[in-house]
């Protein structure tokens, strides 16, 4: 399968422009604030993002979705080590099982269930992105 791209050319409105480039400012302006590392996104990208959902060729991230999920992956590994070496030591017999609190072990739960949760969220908006009911 080929690689190639093509030129899509489309027209639009100087409102829809102007509007399209004003929520792309906000939405660099906004994730710039949430993370430094964040590159600002073009209306190619917006627009690359949106025809791949819209022919169901998505989800398609963006730069600061991708860092998203990458940090996501990140903090779930670190704690698949500290679990790894938590039942290494059950099993070498350096610490029991009961020295492991309920409490922290909820905690890592909750810590697990809040990253799933916000990982879904992100999948979800990335895959609503631009959709609409055809015909209306």
Do not use: W
Not at 63 to 79: F, G, P, T, W
């Amino acid at each position: 399968m080929s690689k190639k791209t093509e030129v899509l050319r489309f027209r639009i409105t100087p409102e829809e422009i102007k509007r399209l480039d004003n929520i792309i400012a906000q939405r660099n302006k906004l994730k710039a604030k949430e993370n430094s590392k964040t590159k600002p996104i073009n209306r190619s990208q917006v627009l690359l993002s949106l025809t791949r959902n819209f022919v169901c060729l998505g989800p398609d991230f963006l730069d600061d979705e991708v860092l998203s999920l990458k940090e996501s992956n990140r903090l779930l590994l670190a704690i698949g080590r500290n679990l790894n070496q938590v039942i290494r030591k059950i099993h070498s017999g350096d610490i029991t099982a009961n020295e492991l609190t309920e409490g922290y072990l909820k905690k890592l739960h909750d810590h697990v269930d809040l990253t799933k949760k916000s990982i879904n969220k992100l999948v979800e908006q990335n895959v609503k992105r631009g959709q609409t009911e055809i015909g209306k």
